[in-house]
Nanobody
Framework: QVQLVESGGGLVQAGGSLRLSCAAS????????MAWFRQAPGKEREFAAG????????YYEDSVRGRFTISRDNAKNTVYLQMNSLKPEDTAVYYC????????????????WGQGTQVTVSS
């Protein structure tokens, strides 16, 4: 069982930056692909960014590509999401998710989820 705990959310003005962190309990963290999903009020949960188990491959949703960067530190069992040039439409609850080995973009493919952290971008 992998437990995930997100942190780093908050309120920021448009154009600002935030860095989200997700700490995993699993000692085999390096065997898991990790992803960040987000869910805005009244909308479905959507994939934002993901990184494969080795860290050699990343993938981004079109609206965040070039502004968000996902990375991982396997020694610390932690995945990060650096968010720059934030826009009001980035406002959502951000969830960290894990699945064994391979990176996929559907929420139904992920087995483990964090509790979420709120990101609010004011205009």
């Amino acid at each position: 069982q992998v437990q995930l705990v997100e942190s780093g959310g908050g309120l920021v003005q448009a154009g600002g930056s935030l860095r989200l962190s997700c700490a995993a309990s699993e000692r085999t963290f390096s065997s898991y692909a990790m992803a960040w999903f987000r869910q805005a009020p009244g909308k479905e949960r959507e994939f934002a960014a993901g990184i494969n188990w080795t860290g050699s491959n990343t993938y981004y949703e079109d609206s965040v590509r070039g502004r968000f960067t996902i990375s991982r530190d396997n020694a610390k069992n932690t995945v990060y999401l650096q968010m720059n040039s934030l826009k009001p439409e980035d406002t959502a609850v951000y969830y960290c998710a894990a699945r064994y080995k391979f990176l996929l973009a559907r929420s139904s493919d992920y087995d483990y989820w964090g509790q979420g952290t709120q990101v609010t971008v004011s205009s």
